[in-house]
Every structure is written in C-alpha cells, then in structure tokens.
C-alpha cells in the first residue's frame, strides 16, 4: 500500500483497533485503552485542512503506510468519527508502550488478532 496523507474515504473504516485493555481507577474502576491503527497521518490532514502545515511537512506513515494512536476515553467503536489522545506512532509497540506510560497503573492487555 503506498504512502498516503488523506483519509480513504473509499472504505467504510480506516481505523481499526490494534490493542485494547483495562487499567484501574483508584483501585475500582476499569478505564479502557485502545490503540488504533489508522491508514493516514492524522495530524497531518488536520493541519492541511486549516492550511497550518509546514512548506516541507510531509505524512510521518511507516512502510507499511499506518500509524497507531493511542486512545484512552471509552465511547468510540471502529467505524465511528475518530480521536485520539497522542502523537501517531510508526511502530504499534511504541504506541503500547506510550499508552501504558499514560496511565498511574497497570494495563491489561486482551488479545488480538
């Protein structure tokens, strides 16, 4: 797939979780977290929509043409309008990695495949 800044419109969902989990609040409250993979740089067709970016910015995708997000509020389900709560990451294991740093505790992690 080649390197792209706008969001593919074509296909009903370009985000897609990754890696989801729980940590605990105050001992008592499951808080979600979710990383989300998406097909394009957020930040930058945001920037190029308000005509904000830089002369020689350019989509920061990795070879494969994905970011990952980190996502810590709950209430959002892959096909839905979409945002995050951090900087894209090209690698998915720094994206985990940033997701548990976010948090006072530990995140349990479900699989997927």
């Given at each position: 797939?080649g390197?792209?800044?706008?969001?593919?419109?074509?296909?009903?969902v370009?985000?897609r979780v990754v890696a989801?989990g729980l940590?605990?609040y105050?001992?008592?409250i499951?808080?979600?977290?979710r990383?989300?993979?998406?097909?394009y740089d957020?930040w930058?067709v945001?920037a190029?929509a308000g005509?904000?970016?830089?002369?020689?910015e350019?989509p920061?995708?990795n070879?494969d043409?994905r970011?990952?997000?980190?996502?810590?509020r709950?209430?959002w389900s892959?096909?839905q309008?979409?945002?995050?709560d951090?900087?894209g990451?090209?690698?998915?294991?720094?994206?985990?990695?940033?997701a548990?740093a976010?948090?006072?505790?530990?995140?349990t992690?479900d699989?997927?495949?």
């Amino acid at each position: 797939m080649g390197r792209t800044a706008r969001p593919c419109h074509d296909s009903v969902v370009s985000a897609r979780v990754v890696a989801s989990g729980l940590w605990t609040y105050d001992g008592i409250i499951l808080i979600s977290v979710r990383v989300v993979e998406l097909d394009y740089d957020f930040w930058y067709v945001l920037a190029e929509a308000g005509d904000e970016q830089e002369h020689d910015e350019h989509p920061q995708l990795n070879d494969d043409g994905r970011l990952y997000y980190v996502r810590y509020r709950p209430g959002w389900s892959e096909g839905q309008d979409f945002w995050h709560d951090s900087v894209g990451f090209q690698r998915l294991e720094d994206a985990v990695a940033a997701a548990e740093a976010g948090v006072p505790g530990v995140v349990t992690w479900d699989e997927h495949a």
